[in-house]
């Protein structure tokens, strides 16, 4: 019995393929990857638990084990992990009270990486889903990676700012100028597996145009075409989506993976599934 403790992309050989990562339970353990393409999925889903979280490079479990739902890491683990307080990041300012001439300033919610947060550069992007865009922020040497690691149609990298507080206000005000969200939900993905370039481009340009008009960042767009490394293109039909519960047995070759939407050829037909959801989950893998 393993536990599935994480979902990623890496580039290999000049390509990107997605794969699991995995924890048996020891201290202080380096995981391990569980690549999906190239390997037949034959894994039943047992009790889903606390993933613990990364300190220094390693992982640890949770010693409480603590049960959760919809959720893949418990209150308690978040506190230890290094990096998730940079998650809650929401890029707020401090207030600065009467008349005082002091400059406002981000509030940090990780002060233990906030002196390598304000040296380093982030994009702000903007990604395209069939139709929807979405606005988001990622490290200077990411933004490839976050892009397929998401499944985006299409990234369009706006401008590149330096503190990633200052990026992720700048983020927020680009979301509320152009109505956009900063998440895409892994169900919505699953309907639109199949995107209009036309509608993305299109989409995009406009949103363009109007941060043009109103000069909110300074703009150096360059527009990029993901849909190479998904493998769609062996997906002849519409797969059924896979609700993922305990006691739920995967079986098949994976054929396509779109950011975090897993494609699978079954007995039963060809069937997807959010891998990020399995995060969490005991299983016995069969390889």
């Not at 919610?109 to 380093?120: H, V």
């Not at 190479?228 to 054929?255: M, T």
Request: charged share 25%; net charge positive; hydrophobic share 40%.
């Amino acid at each position: 019995m393993v536990q599935i403790i994480g979902f990623k992309w890496k580039k290999a050989n000049g390509d990107w393929k997605p794969f699991l990562l995995l924890a048996n339970g020891q201290e202080g353990e380096e995981s391990t990857k569980f690549d999906l393409w190239g390997n037949r999925i034959n894994a039943k889903l047992g009790t889903k638990h606390c993933t613990g979280y990364f300190s220094g490079g390693l992982h640890f479990r949770c010693p409480d084990s603590t049960e959760v739902g919809l959720a893949s890491t418990c209150s308690a683990c978040k506190q230890s992990d290094d990096w998730f307080g940079c998650i809650q990041c929401s890029g707020e300012f401090s207030e600065i009270a009467g008349d005082s001439k002091e400059a406002p300033v981000i509030v940090c919610k990780n002060p233990k990486q906030r002196a390598g947060c304000e040296q380093n550069h982030y994009w702000i992007y903007l990604a395209a889903f069939d139709g929807q865009l979405k606005v988001g922020v990622s490290y200077e040497h990411r933004f490839f990676e976050r892009m397929i690691e998401q499944g985006a149609d299409f990234g369009c990298r706006l401008g590149i700012v330096q503190d990633g507080g200052y990026a992720r206000a700048l983020e927020q005000r680009v979301a509320r100028y152009l109505g956009l969200p900063d998440k895409i939900e892994g169900a919505f993905k699953q309907s639109r597996l199949f995107g209009d370039p036309n509608a993305s481009i299109l989409n995009i340009a406009k949103a363009i145009t109007k941060l043009i008009d109103e000069k909110l960042l300074d703009l150096k767009t360059e527009t990029f075409d993901f849909r190479q490394f998904y493998k769609l293109d062996s997906v002849l039909i519409r797969p059924r989506p896979v609700q993922l519960s305990p006691g739920v047995r995967l079986v098949g070759d994976v054929i396509a993976t779109k950011g975090n939407i897993v494609v699978m050829q079954t007995a039963a037909g060809m069937v997807s599934f959010d891998a990020r959801r399995l995060v969490g989950y005991n299983i016995e893998l069969q390889v």
